[in-house]
């Protein structure tokens, strides 16, 4: 049998881990981790220059100076798996700059394929012959991998915890507990390199004039995520211990 406190214990831990992989999955799986607000659309060559690195951005090779302009110019935003750009409908891009403005704007995405997760960054973006930025590189590779070890560590413990249920036993929940405070640790470490990685990328490669720079709701999300992984995994630890105490002092008084 199992002490309503423990079971209390046990429904508000799986409420708060279904919030929090909830949370972390959109927040992967979205774009919204850091936008940038680019001033509007002025002269027809500014027009003419936009519509290149839009082109290059949605058909050209992977480049991360290319794509990184690209962001800077259009009111961009990066997340994870995804990079887009706010930029007027096709038919919109021919007309007079001072059209623009009205145009109906759409948002463009192009997805970081896996290869390109790995790719190596440099010390100057763009430039291979300025030798690969280490940290940079580590840092970009590892806000890629962390949040996937997180969601992995999430489905262990569900599945751990699913056959504690049919076993009825709460001997496994301590270790349930650990996989959740280890996959919360893995999502604050991923908001940590990417963060990060955004800092060292704009000290290579300027932010050009009356260009902003922010954080995005996809980055709240998984913030948010870290600290309910955490707090599912000291309710299931706590519940772990005591009733192992009970269990103990029940064991030796029937013993006695």
């Not at 049998?1 to 992989?21: E, F, K």
């Not at 001033?39 to 949605?58: H, K, W």
Request: proline share 4%; with cysteine; net charge neutral.
């Amino acid at each position: 049998m199992v002490d309503n406190r423990y079971a209390t214990a046990l429904v508000i831990a799986g409420v708060l881990s279904v919030l929090a992989t909830v949370y972390l999955s959109v927040a992967v799986g979205t774009q919204h981790w850091y936008q940038y607000s680019s001033p509007a659309v002025r002269g027809e060559a500014n027009v003419s220059e936009l519509r290149s690195l839009y082109e290059e951005f949605m058909d050209g090779e992977f480049d991360e100076k290319t794509y990184s302009d690209t962001l800077f110019r259009l009111n961009g935003t990066v997340g994870i798996w995804w990079r887009c750009v706010l930029v007027p409908s096709a038919a919109h891009w021919y007309k007079e700059p001072e059209r623009l403005s009205g145009a109906k704007m759409v948002l463009e995405c192009r997805s970081f394929t896996p290869p390109q997760q790995f790719i190596p960054k440099y010390k100057e973006p763009g430039n291979h012959n300025s030798g690969e930025d280490m940290l940079r590189t580590y840092l970009w590779r590892s806000q890629f991998l962390l949040p996937l070890v997180s969601l992995g560590l999430v489905v262990l413990a569900g599945l751990t915890g699913f056959g504690a249920c049919l076993c009825r036993s709460l001997t496994p929940t301590l270790g349930i507990g650990v996989l959740h405070l280890l996959a919360g640790l893995c999502t604050l470490a991923t908001v940590c390199c990417y963060l990060a990685g955004m800092d060292l990328l704009h000290r290579v490669s300027m932010l050009p004039d009356k260009v902003d720079g922010s954080l995005g709701w996809s980055l709240y999300l998984a913030l948010i995520s870290s600290p309910l992984h955490m707090m599912a995994a000291a309710l299931l630890v706590w519940a772990a211990r005591s009733h192992s105490q009970n269990y103990y002092r029940m064991t030796a008084y029937r013993v006695a």
